[in-house]
């Protein structure tokens, strides 16, 4: 098997070159020790968080280097800087190992350089110029951010993006009693079912069987918000993986009916194993385009709908940092339309008085407040009842929003 940087540095290049997923990447690592899986993480998240102040680090001592050599420097540079546990000269012999003979000297002695004359920084003009460097968030993302939301949460999300995430549970009322999991000394409760662990969660019985979710803390928030109860009739229009449609069907008693939709039909699989896994039986599954009309639905049927729309996820980007290499403004509106279609097609099939929720993990006014003000203006039978952004700062989790809506009366014919 080869070393815990080896493999750290393939699963860096396939993110950073073929725009991979971190987090499906990383499963591959399994036959790793623990204490190995722990430094792979690290070094792929830590550089992936901080690329271009590493890239700064050594880019004035070296032209034309190879796309895989720059990687695999950055991620020396992150482990010489960001990385007590392990010695510097450890991470210069282990880059040097891992490079061609031809290429020895050359990594040899650049991480020398940059070893010796420490961390540097350019000058800067203002305080977001410097956050978006010491955060490695691209500037054009800060500024948005500033013209959103001020520039005061600007720099708190950046700086939040640069935690490791913490991991929240989310207790399966099906399967395990508030006493139960609330009584282990190791779980930290914190508000409705959502707790933290001391330990994996993951490697515990509670979730092998069932009886816990992971599920962030914002996101568990969102899913509170469609006060589902128990007989319902409910639309989760987007809802691959499932875990809010498993925390909807929680709050229904497993009592009623969900209609979970997603679009691809290998994610409607994990949506299905879900539920079977925590005990789910009132959920009916099925690939389809939730833009375009739903077959065998009747309009006005739904006491709850819930979109939680795809999106740039830029809440998510200490998660899933790998987001703020490839984004792009002009992708930033790529799925604006989609998410207007989504919210437009699901809108018809809300009964009178009924709620609907649409959601998303992004910080992005187009795709959230803009996007909920343009529905509202077509459909004036619809009122907002509520709506709010979670900063991620502020929870100590993913940045979320989501508007809570009401049909009051019938859809005008235009
Ligand atoms: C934000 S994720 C949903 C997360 C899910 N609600 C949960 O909490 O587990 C958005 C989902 O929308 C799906 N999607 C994208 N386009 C879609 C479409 N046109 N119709 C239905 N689902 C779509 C994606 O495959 C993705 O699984």
Excluded at 192 to 221: M, P
């Amino acid at each position: 098997m080869e070393s815990a940087r080896a493999y750290a540095w393939k699963a860096l290049n396939r993110i950073v070159l073929e725009h991979g997923y971190a987090s499906l990447i990383l499963r591959g690592m399994e036959g790793y020790s623990r204490e190995d899986r722990s430094l792979i993480s690290e070094i792929v998240y830590g550089t992936l968080r901080n690329y271009t102040r590493l890239s700064y680090q050594w880019e004035d001592l070296a032209s034309h280097v190879k796309q895989k050599t720059a990687v695999l420097l950055n991620m020396s540079v992150y482990q010489l800087f960001f990385l007590d546990r392990i010695p510097d000269y450890a991470v210069i012999n282990e880059a040097c190992s891992l490079v061609s003979e031809k290429e020895k000297g050359f990594v040899n002695a650049v991480l020398h350089k940059v070893q010796k004359r420490g961390m540097i920084a350019p000058e800067f003009h203002d305080e977001l110029e410097r956050m978006a460097f010491e955060t490695s968030h691209p500037l054009w993302l800060l500024k948005l951010w500033s013209a959103h939301y001020g520039m005061e949460n600007a720099v708190k999300i950046a700086e939040a993006d640069q935690q490791r995430p913490i991991v929240y549970g989310r207790r399966n009322p099906l399967k395990i009693s508030r006493e139960e999991l609330f009584s282990d000394r190791k779980v930290h409760f914190l508000e409705a079912d959502c707790f933290t662990y001391d330990g994996i969660l993951t490697e515990t019985s509670w979730f092998d069987e069932g009886k816990v979710l992971i599920q962030d803390r914002a996101s568990q928030a969102v899913g509170r918000l469609l006060e589902a109860e128990p007989g319902m009739c409910v639309l989760d229009a987007c809802a691959a993986p499932g875990t809010k449609t498993q925390e909807i069907a929680s709050e229904m008693k497993n009592q009623g009916m969900i209609t979970a939709l997603d679009l691809h039909e290998e994610r409607v699989k994990l949506i299905e194993q879900l539920m079977v896994k925590t005990g789910v039986s009132i959920v009916s599954c099925r690939a389809a385009d939730a833009s375009k009309p739903i077959m065998g639905m009747e309009p006005e049927s739904m006491d709850r709908i819930l979109v939680d729309a795809p999106c740039s996820g830029l809440g998510d980007l200490s998660h899933k940092p790998e987001i703020r290499m490839h984004v792009t403004p002009e992708s930033l509106d790529e799925l604006t339309k989609l998410q207007a279609s989504i919210l437009e097609n699901a809108a018809a099939y809300l009964k009178k008085g009924g709620r609907m929720v649409y959601s998303t993990c992004t910080l992005n006014r187009k795709e959230n407040e803009n996007q909920v003000n343009t529905f509202l203006k077509r459909h004036p039978e619809f009122e907002r009842i509520s709506e709010k952004t979670w900063f991620p700062y502020e929870l100590e989790s993913d940045g979320f929003y989501a508007a809570v809506l009401t049909k009051t009366g019938s859809a005008m014919v235009k």
